[in-house]
């Protein structure tokens, strides 16, 4: 796995391994909308699967022709994959929500085989798009517009680093209570 991802992995494994899988589904007092870490994890599966099948569809059919950088995805763009800043507050796609994958409650080590597992798998079809492709634009995000595979690395990353934040956040709680 590249470098960049499995630096992501190996930060989640101190703070997931010890927890119970009753602990991985707890929310903070009175913040029931935020999400377990349960939930921060099959969200960043999601993600993972979600850019998975674009990869896929990429090797089968060639990097889409008419992928262009929209107007609205330019600021986006500079902001996150360019200075490396995910703003706060932004919502998660339906489609990339956690309650989209019914997962059985599952402990911290379990969910580390699986965030390990789905991201060597995303960034193996990166490698194959890389080594057929080059440094060709790859597939659009929704909201930063056609990515390279080291952007899509970049952006993975930062994702991942953005979720771990919010899991040290609720280990907090966790650990106080």
Same mark, same amino acid.
């Given at each position: 796995?590249?470098?960049?991802?499995? +630096?992501?992995?190996?930060?989640?494994?101190?703070?997931?391994?010890?927890?119970?899988?009753?602990?991985?589904?707890?929310? $903070?007092?009175?913040?029931? !909308?935020?999400?377990?870490?349960?939930?921060?994890?099959?969200?960043?599966?999601?993600?993972?699967?979600?850019?998975?099948?674009?990869? !896929?569809?990429?090797?089968?059919?060639?990097?889409? $022709?008419?992928?262009?950088?929209?107007?609205?995805? &330019?600021?986006?763009?500079?902001?996150?994959?360019?200075?490396?800043?995910?703003?706060?507050?932004?919502?998660? $796609?339906?489609?990339?929500? $956690?309650? +989209?994958?019914?997962?059985?409650?599952?402990?911290?080590?379990?969910?580390?085989?699986?965030?390990?597992?789905?991201?060597?798998?995303?960034?193996?079809?990166?490698?194959?798009?890389?080594?057929?492709?080059?440094?060709?634009?790859?597939?659009?995000?929704?909201?930063?517009?056609?990515?390279?595979?080291?952007?899509?690395?970049?952006?993975?990353?930062?994702?991942?680093?953005?979720?771990?934040?919010?899991?040290?956040?609720?280990? +907090?709680? &966790? +650990?106080?209570?």
């Amino acid at each position: 796995m590249h470098r960049e991802l499995e +630096r992501i992995v190996e930060k989640f494994v101190p703070e997931l391994q010890w927890l119970s899988a009753s602990q991985c589904q707890q929310h $903070p007092p009175r913040r029931a !909308e935020s999400w377990s870490v349960q939930q921060n994890v099959t969200h960043l599966v999601l993600t993972y699967r979600s850019t998975v099948q674009l990869l !896929e569809r990429c090797l089968a059919q060639g990097p889409a $022709p008419s992928d262009r950088l929209a107007l609205g995805q &330019i600021a986006p763009r500079l902001l996150v994959i360019g200075l490396g800043i995910f703003p706060r507050g932004a919502k998660a $796609p339906e489609f990339v929500h $956690p309650d +989209r994958l019914a997962l059985p409650a599952e402990s911290g080590a379990d969910l580390i085989v699986l965030l390990r597992e789905e991201l060597a798998r995303m960034d193996a079809r990166l490698a194959e798009c890389e080594a057929k492709f080059g440094g060709s634009a790859l597939g659009s995000h929704f909201a930063f517009g056609p990515l390279t595979a080291r952007q899509w690395r970049r952006f993975h990353a930062l994702h991942g680093q953005l979720h771990l934040r919010q899991v040290k956040s609720l280990l +907090r709680f &966790i +650990r106080m209570n």
